[in-house]
């Protein structure tokens, strides 16, 4: 009794600790909490110190960040412009800050693309802190879940839902955080050393990464040699794209071609795997909350199981999973609407260097890929367009972000589209994590609806 | 019967005949359409394209239009339209995007006609055009719409539903009017209904914002010229008149589910028929003018219904639906089900002074008790009743009894509901305690039944482990003369009662070498006859008397048996007391009650006599002559009584007892009661707790309910409004950041951090500042406009009182900020106190120093002792030119003389418990705390400790009953205290403040 009360106290010390941890980086002159400015700062900041010098009276030994930047992926440089941020991105940091006491990573990363952010951070704070069938300890827990892939059993109908949208959603999330290299933040495992910095360069977060700084070089030495290659590999995209859009109306593939595309794009997706398979993957510390160790993403046909093309045309998330959600859980189906919507249609219609591009049929491409691999079929899209767009190596990216995020290396990030933009990749993450949610939406609620009927 | 000729007339001396009727088709149904002949449909879907007859007894399937071997993505029909001039005119528009026409009139296998492969993606719907014969219509996912002329091998014209900005819509629907020759109107997903001219494909007539979210589907009205009808996801169906200037909507529907088809119905000028594509498979058909009840309803498919259509232009009662169900359906008019007809128009309402009207149909309630309906008086005027529209279809439906059940004057107090729902202790307490404080609470206010029932619960729950003791007692003390048989453990040794009462002593001795010796035989046996009886088993009670100074935790573990009681909330120390000292009381020995007044457990609890007290004569004396009888009887033997009992209160209308003695007795009775009848009981006495507005008791009720149903209302929909403590407006977005002000709204005292829950309060690790919630609560009166009388009279002399508005020391305030501050008394040198409660250093400083150096956040390790604090000792010589400015509270007590006191201090600063004579404290800048108690109640705190301290480590322990009488004084109110009250200070953010004492 006596014990359990003092173990709970050592715990409201240490997050208090980390509390004041977050206070000290962000006054720390890392410039972060500074865009949060309707917060007086400077005050947090004097005060911040005054404590951590309170800390060190008491002895207690500071965790030092590890990583370098919200990205192990992208150079902090490209992610954090101090005072570049407009009013929107403004407000949005205000407001995230507001709501976590500080800014983590995934929104750091997030905000390439505020309009989004937005809508992802109104819907996330809605799933977990307002309303709801769930309680919440029960929303974390199943979040929690979500991110280690386990799947949970279900009450009624209400609950079920929300909780599919729990897990569809943190599901999404891991493929982002994975998929952008997102730092651990302080507090996490791997995201503090209480090593002084001098005793070693070994960063364990980078486990698959191996040294950053090394690997930074890498990336530099690479992008300088392969600039024509990659200034082509865009141009010939857009070519590409160019010729799509011009001989769609004239040629015009038999019905039969048109299904066996999808079927080999289907098949071919399967077989993406990246070589980078054999790289340890971290071992983290989450095999203790599976029962079945061996659960993971299977893909579907490698095992002789045949499933039945999911068509979109008999049920999708505007005229029927909509109607569902909003049904059981109410105003969620709105709010995940109008996050789709966002990051189906968001565009700044540029690619790369160029300026002035319709991406509609690049980003129609990529959503309907990862649809595909989920064996989810359009009816009124031509397949053979995947191909010509999403070269192997990207290809190798969204699989592998999408069914197994942890696998995600920085070398995969790297190879594919390497003349874009980071905020383009961030771009490109947002379709992958929206497009996997909606496809697990749809199935889980195309289940409920039989069950329903 | 004028109908019936009239769509005679229609059909050309032809009326339609059939009846309800169903056919299986193969797959599912995407939509239908009739051939103008009223004699045929064709059903299409994603693998059935085909059309059956309709006959007087069936559907025939007549052809197959889905011929080849290979089954192609054009024959995916998304939607199906015949058209209404030639029989043999079909068009259909395909998933991947094709529109395709059929001409039945090939002599070929395949009728497939054109095939039009313009659209990009999923052709949504297909119209042609009502008198034109060439002209097709369609709308497409791509967000175009393409006018067709079926003599020519591509669209005429396109239609783009591009908004302004770009973004191309799906369009859902496309319906060429039936009066405009040239319009049209197309639906989309984005919520917008658009009108056009089909020689104008550069823009659109006109355009608005008809649903939230994607409009499925729209109708013309056959008749009238203007009227459209949409359907949208957002569960609406609404009309809109198209004549006026602006699309206009004259009739709203609210259905159960997104509204997927929608059909005016023929000759019925106000009626529509809809569907919907989720959840709901039911057809209903609505009267629009009578939104709420839909006028007949078609329950017949089991999946969603996916095409309507009325089965000839001019015949109301014929309809025809398909369904995902694979079913094709015809529906007559006579055989759907009207809700109305279910429905029982009641209605409720409680006037201003506790009268109560009730409107029933008529018949429900004249049969009932013959009571004669209400026919209104001069204080419910007739005139609001409303005029019936003798055109509405309901009218007759309608008509009803009004009863209005008027209060008598005086009846209605509930105060004893209240007080009774505020005094009952409901858990936290061994049940005969609970009993007990239940049974005076009612005594005290008259209930004298209730207040029986409390007492015979105890008895019958409670006493077979007192009553023992004091039967043992009496043996002892009589010798055993008496000759009972014992109903103590102690008996089922098989000992002589002397030596069992003997071996209690010695144990109780402490020698608990002799008890382990002399339990040994018997242990499980004991524990194992005891169990029921737990509530006064004396066997852990002994383990407590000898040297086991353990926690509870430890007796549960030498005792396994009684971890798994059947009472929970059973403390077992309290519990054992009463047998000591009965014991105590019997002859065996003086030295042995010296003995048990050094326990530290009986000398310190004053929950021993608690739990004595209640034990009045008369009471020990009926367990006394009852308790052969009771011993025998397990408890659950009166399980059924008590039952009854609460039934019976139930059916009194005190439902408040039912649940209180429910939630009482816990597992002892809840099996004995089905789940249903106490969940009715939980809520309708939640429900009338939240009537009198007393949350906190619902909200224990709730909480202890072991009903799944209510416990989980604790869970849902508690919504927490705050409001910005700057601007005072509501906080939406987060509970804690203005939107409008841009400020936190509360902020910690000490590190100046937002505090986010005002309503807990954060507990640190040692070391670790404490974070000071504001808390809401204020048990200190505030009075806008208190006059002196009422002053002298209600609180002057008894109670601290918050006054507002007396004074405007705006000016002062302007004097006291910072900068002023500085500015002229930066260099006078200031005497500060310790921080305590007996405050003897003192320590002399430039004011300067102090504001600039001292004026921080009170470290919450220091002592006050060792704070240093600017508050009196003020020169009044040299601060003068700024007290001149303050007005203090008009309100002097006799024979007193007012004297200032000005102080700043940082937040988190204040002075700890101390107490002196009357006087005023008035806020300038910044917020204070208050704690006081009444002279008589001296508070328990550490004088050199400060408020923060003791609101950190002392305050949170407090039982309510204990807690001090609290307020926050903002800037610009004044607290009034009374002479020798109490009080602690707390300064929430850095303050300025002045006190006027009264001395």
């Known amino acids: ?453 | 019967m004028e109908k019936m000729s009239r769509v005679t007339t229609a059909l050309g001396g032809s009326a339609l005949t059939g009846r309800t009727m169903h056919c299986h088709l193969d797959a599912p149904a995407n939509a239908i359409s009739v051939c103008r002949d009223a004699a045929q449909v064709v059903v299409a879907g994603r693998s059935i394209f085909k059309i059956y007859a309709i006959e007087e007894e069936q559907f025939v399937e007549k052809l197959n239009l889905r011929v080849g071997r290979k089954p192609s993505l054009n024959l995916s029909c998304a939607d199906v339209v015949w058209h209404q001039m030639d029989e043999n005119l079909l068009a259909t528009a395909a998933t991947n995007g094709v529109v395709v026409t059929w001409n039945l009139g090939r002599p070929s296998r395949n009728k497939q006609d054109q095939l039009f492969t313009e659209h990009k993606r999923t052709v949504n719907k297909v119209c042609f055009h009502p008198t034109e014969a060439h002209v097709l219509l369609s709308g497409s996912q791509d967000g175009f719409m393409k006018c067709f002329d079926l003599r020519r091998k591509d669209s005429v014209s396109t239609f783009s539903g591009e908004a302004l900005g770009g973004q191309s819509e799906s369009v859902r629907d496309v319906q060429f009017s039936i009066r405009d020759y040239f319009t049209f109107a197309s639906t989309f997903e984005n919520g917008n209904v658009q009108l056009w001219d089909i020689r104008r494909p550069d823009r659109c007539e006109r355009m608005f914002t008809a649903h939230n979210g994607p409009v499925f589907c729209c109708d013309w009205h056959p008749e009238d010229r203007g009227w459209l009808a949409t359907g949208g996801r957002d569960k609406m169906v609404k009309v809109w008149d198209m004549t006026t200037h602006r699309a206009k909507e004259v009739h709203c529907v609210q259905t159960i589910a997104s509204v997927a088809r929608v059909k005016w119905r023929p000759e019925c000028r106000h009626h529509l028929a809809t569907c919907s594509m989720m959840v709901d498979h039911n057809i209903y058909v609505w009267d629009v003018r009578r939104p709420f009840v839909p006028a007949a309803m078609f329950e017949e498919h089991r999946d969603v219904t996916t095409g309507i259509a009325w089965r000839h232009p001019h015949d109301p009662s014929f309809l025809l639906s398909g369904s995902k169900d694979s079913t094709l359906c015809q529906h007559l008019f006579r055989d759907a089900s009207q809700p109305v007809e279910r429905a029982n128009p009641e209605g409720l309402c409680y006037g201003l002074f506790g009268d109560l009207a009730f409107a029933a149909k008529e018949s429900l309630v004249a049969t009932e008790s013959g009571r004669k309906p209400y026919t209104g008086d001069r204080r419910h005027p007739i005139f609001f009743k409303r005029k019936l529209d003798p055109a509405e279809p309901f009218a007759g439906l309608a008509s009803s009894a009004l009863s209005v059940f008027e209060m008598e004057p005086g009846t209605g107090s509930m105060s004893w509901f209240v007080d009774t729902a505020e005094r009952y202790a409901l858990a936290g307490r061994p049940l005969a305690e609970l009993c007990d404080h239940n049974a005076k609470v009612a005594r005290e206010l008259g209930r004298n039944q209730v207040a029986q029932t409390w007492t015979m619960l105890r008895i019958i729950y409670c006493s077979p482990g007192l009553v023992p003791a004091t039967n043992l007692n009496h043996s002892v003390g009589k010798g055993s003369s008496c000759g009972l048989p014992l109903m103590n453990s102690f008996n089922l040794k098989d000992m002589a009662p002397g030596l069992g009462s003997e071996t209690r002593l010695d144990r109780s001795k402490g020698d608990t070498r002799s008890d382990t010796v002399l339990l040994d035989s018997s242990a499980t046996l004991i524990t194992n006859e005891d169990n029921e009886e737990t509530e006064g088993s004396d066997v852990p009670a002994d383990y407590l008397l000898g040297d086991v100074e353990g926690e509870e935790d430890e007796l549960y573990l030498l005792d396994p048996e009684h971890a798994h009681s059947e009472e929970p909330e059973y403390v077992l120390p309290q519990e054992a007391f009463p047998l000591r000292h009965e014991i105590v009381d019997t002859p065996p020995g003086p030295e042995h009650l010296q003995d048990k007044a050094d326990s530290p457990h009986v000398s310190g609890s004053e929950a021993d006599a608690a739990s004595l007290v209640p034990m009045d004569s008369s009471f020990s004396l009926i367990s006394v002559s009852h308790a052969l009888y009771d011993s025998r009887l397990p408890p659950d033997f009166f399980s059924a009584l008590v039952c009854d009992m609460l039934r019976f209160y139930a059916e009194q209308g005190d439902v408040q007892m039912a649940v209180s003695v429910l939630i009482v007795l816990g597992e002892r009775v809840r099996k004995d009661i089905d789940e249903q009848t106490q969940e009715h009981w939980y809520t309708s006495y939640i429900d009338l707790l939240q009537r009198f507005c007393l949350w906190n008791v619902s909200n224990q009720v709730v909480k202890l309910s072991t009903s799944r149903a209510i416990s989980c209302l604790n869970q849902a929909s508690t919504t927490l409004h705050v409001n910005c403590s700057h601007c005072k407006r509501p906080m939406s977005s987060r509970g804690w950041v203005c939107d409008r002000c841009h400020r936190c709204a509360s902020m910690c005292a000490v590190c100046h951090h937002v505090v986010k829950g005002l309503f807990v309060w954060p507990r640190y690790g040692p070391g670790a500042p404490v974070a000071v919630a504001e808390e809401e609560r204020c048990t200190v009166e505030r009075r806008a406009d208190l006059s002196y009388a009422e002053f002298m009279q209600h609180y002057a002399f008894s109670r601290p009182v918050i006054l507002q508005g007396l004074t405007d020391n705006s000016r002062f305030r302007v004097l006291c900020s910072r900068e002023r501050l500085l500015a002229s008394f930066g260099d006078s040198v200031v005497r500060l106190s310790t921080a305590n409660t007996y405050s003897y250093r003192k320590v002399d400083l430039p004011f300067q120093e102090y504001v600039e150096q001292m004026l921080h956040p009170q470290d919450p390790l220091s002592m006050g002792n060792d704070t240093l604090y600017f508050f009196g000792d003020n020169n009044f010589t040299e601060w003068a030119s700024l007290f001149r400015h303050y007005s203090p509270p008009p309100f002097g007590l006799l024979g007193t003389t007012p004297a200032y006191s000005f102080g700043i201090a940082g937040a988190g600063s204040g002075v700890p418990f101390h107490w002196h004579g009357p006087g005023f404290s008035e806020v300038i800048y910044g917020r204070k705390r208050w704690f006081l108690y009444p002279p008589e109640k001296t508070p328990e705190f550490h004088p050199n400790k400060t408020t923060l301290a003791w609101l950190r480590d002392t305050y949170p322990a407090l039982a309510p009953s204990a807690r001090p009488l609290e307020c926050t004084i903002q800037a610009g109110e004044v607290l009034y205290f009374p002479d020798r009250w109490w009080h602690a200070t707390l300064n929430l953010d850095t303050s300025v403040f002045i006190s006027t004492f009264l001395s």
């Open chain 1, 1 to 453: 009794m006596r014990l359990a009360t003092a173990a709970n106290e050592a715990y409201t010390a240490s997050l208090a600790v980390s509390e004041l941890l977050g206070c000290k980086q962000c006054g720390g002159g890392r410039g972060r909490t500074r865009k949060a400015s309707g917060l007086d700062h400077e005050r947090l900041k004097l005060e911040a110190v005054e404590r951590v010098e309170i800390i060190f009276e008491l002895g207690i030994r500071i965790p030092r960040p590890l990583g370098h930047g919200p990205s192990r992926f992208i150079p902090e440089k490209e992610i954090l412009q101090v005072g570049s941020e407009d009013a929107q991105m403004h407000t949005l940091f205000a407001d995230s800050f507001a709501a976590l006491g500080r800014l983590d990573n995934i929104t750091l990363v997030m905000v390439f693309h505020p309009q989004y952010l937005e809508s992802f951070l109104k819907t996330q704070h809605y799933l977990l802190q307002m309303d709801g069938p769930l309680p919440l300890h029960y929303r974390h827990y199943i979040g929690i879940m979500g991110l280690l892939k386990a799947e949970e059993h279900s009450w009624s109908l209400a609950e079920l839902v929300h909780a599919v949208v729990l897990l569809t959603h943190y599901h999404s999330l891991a493929s982002f955080t994975f998929g952008c290299g997102i730092s651990p933040e302080i507090h996490c495992d791997g995201g503090h050393t209480f090593r002084p910095p001098s005793v070693s360069n070994y960063c364990f977060c980078d486990i698959t990464n191996g040294n950053h700084s090394v690997d930074e070089m890498q990336v530099n030495s690479a992008g300088n040699v392969s600039v024509s290659d990659s200034f082509f590999e865009v141009e010939a995209l857009m070519e590409k794209m160019r010729q799509l859009q011009e001989c769609r109306d004239e040629e015009e593939a038999s019905q039969e071609e048109m299904a066996s595309r999808f079927e080999i794009e289907k098949r071919e997706s399967m077989f993406v795997f990246s070589s980078d398979d054999e790289e340890a993957t971290p071992a983290r510390d989450v095999s203790r909350h599976f029962e079945d160790t061996s659960y993971g993403y299977k893909d579907f046909s490698r095992h002789g199981m045949h499933v039945p093309t999911f068509r979109v045309q008999d049920y999708c998330w505007e005229d029927h999973g909509y109607s569902l959600v909003n049904r059981l859980y109410p105003d969620v189906g709105q709010l995940i609407d109008e996050k789709f919507h966002i990051a189906y249609n968001l565009t700044y219609n540029t690619m790369a260097m160029h300026k002035d591009v319709d991406t509609s049929m690049l980003r129609r491409a990529i959503w309907n890929y990862i649809h595909c691999m989920f064996g989810i079929r359009y009816d009124d899209y031509d397949y053979g367009e995947i191909n010509q767009l999403l070269d192997r190596s990207f290809k190798v990216y969204i699989k592998t972000v999408v069914c197994t995020p942890e696998k995600v290396t920085k070398r995969m990030y790297d190879s594919f589209w390497r003349q874009f933009k980071h905020s383009e990749k961030v771009h490109v993450n947002l379709l992958l994590i929206e497009a996997r949610m909606q496809a697990e939406l749809l199935y889980a609620l195309r289940a409920i609806t039989r069950y329903m009927t």
